[in-house]
Antibody, heavy 120, light 106 residues
Framework: QITLKESGPTLVKPTQTLTLTCMFS??????????VGWVRQPPGKALEWLAL???????RYSSSLKSRLTITKDTSKNQVVLSMANMDPMDTATYYC????????????WGQGTMVTVSS | DIQMTQSPSSLSASVGDSVTITCRAS??????LNWYQQKPGKAPKLLIY???SLQSGVPSRFSGSGSGTDFTLTINSLQPEDFATYYC????????FGQGTKVEVK
C-alpha cells in the first residue's frame, strides 16, 4: 500500500522560505520511472502543479514558479523536500505530495495535504 | 505552457442523470489527458488516465474520450457520491490542471 504524508509549518511570514517534507512508503524512489511531486490548491481554487523529482534525480518545475522552487530527495529516508522562497499571502494553500509511476503518467497516489497560511 | 480550459465551471444535475464535462487544451496533447475527482476537504482521486483508461476500482459509469485538443468526461447515471469537483490534467508537457467543474445537486 502506497502512502504519502506531508509535513511542515502551518504558518509562515511573507518573504520567508517554506520547507515541506513528503514522507512516503510502499514504493522506492530509486525505481525506474517513479516520481514524487507537489501540487497546491488555494482555498476554493483549482489545483496547480509545482514540481516533481524523478528516480534519476531529474527535476521538473512549474515555469511560473521555477525561480522560487527547489525539490530534493533522500531515497534512503523515503523523503522528498520542497522549498519555496519568498512566500507571499497568495501562496496560502493546501500543499499535496503526489506519486507518479512509469506505467501511468498520472498522479495515482496523493497525500492528505497540508494547509499553509502566509501571513504576518 | 499548455493551458487547460474546462466547461462548464459548474453544473446542476439529479441522481440518474448523465453529465458531460469538456476539457480543451491550448495545443495538441495527443491522448495525454487524465481526470480527477475531488470531494470537499479531500485529496483528488484519479478516475481516468490516458484519455479513456479507467483507474482500478473506478465505476464503469465514468468514461472518457477525445484526442488532440478536445476531451470529455461522461458520467452515466449519476450517483449521490458523484457530486464533486472534477479536474482534467494534461501530461504531454509537464503537468497542467484545468480550473475544475463542480457537479452540484439540482
Amino acid at each position: 500500500q502506497i502512502t504519502l504524508k506531508e509535513s511542515g509549518p502551518t504558518l509562515v511570514k511573507p518573504t520567508q522560505t517554506l520547507t515541506l517534507t513528503c514522507m512516503f512508503s510502499g514504493f522506492s524512489l530509486d525505481t525506474r520511472g517513479v516520481g514524487v511531486g507537489w501540487v497546491r490548491q488555494p482555498p476554493g481554487k483549482a489545483l496547480e502543479w509545482l514540481a516533481l523529482i524523478y528516480w534519476d534525480d531529474d527535476k521538473r518545475y512549474s515555469s511560473s514558479l521555477k525561480s522560487r522552487l527547489t525539490i530534493t530527495k533522500d531515497t534512503s529516508k523515503n523523503q522528498v523536500v520542497l522549498s519555496m522562497a519568498n512566500m507571499d499571502p497568495m501562496d496560502t494553500a493546501t500543499y499535496y505530495c503526489v506519486h507518479r509511476r512509469l506505467e501511468l503518467d498520472a498522479f495515482e497516489n496523493w497525500g492528505q495535504g497540508t494547509m499553509v497560511t502566509v501571513s504576518s | 505552457d499548455i493551458q487547460m480550459t474546462q466547461s462548464p465551471s459548474s453544473l446542476s444535475a439529479s441522481v440518474g442523470d448523465s453529465v458531460t464535462i469538456t476539457c480543451r487544451a491550448s495545443q495538441t496533447i495527443a491522448v495525454y489527458l487524465n481526470w480527477y475527482q475531488q470531494k470537499p476537504g479531500k485529496a483528488p482521486k484519479l478516475l481516468i488516465y490516458a484519455t479513456s483508461s479507467l483507474q482500478s476500482g473506478v465505476p464503469s459509469r465514468f468514461s472518457g474520450s477525445g484526442s488532440g485538443t478536445d476531451f470529455t468526461l461522461t458520467i452515466n447515471s449519476l450517483q449521490p457520491e458523484d457530486f464533486a469537483t472534477y479536474y482534467c490534467q494534461q501530461t504531454y508537457s509537464a503537468w497542467t490542471f484545468g480550473q475544475g467543474t463542480k457537479v452540484e445537486v439540482k
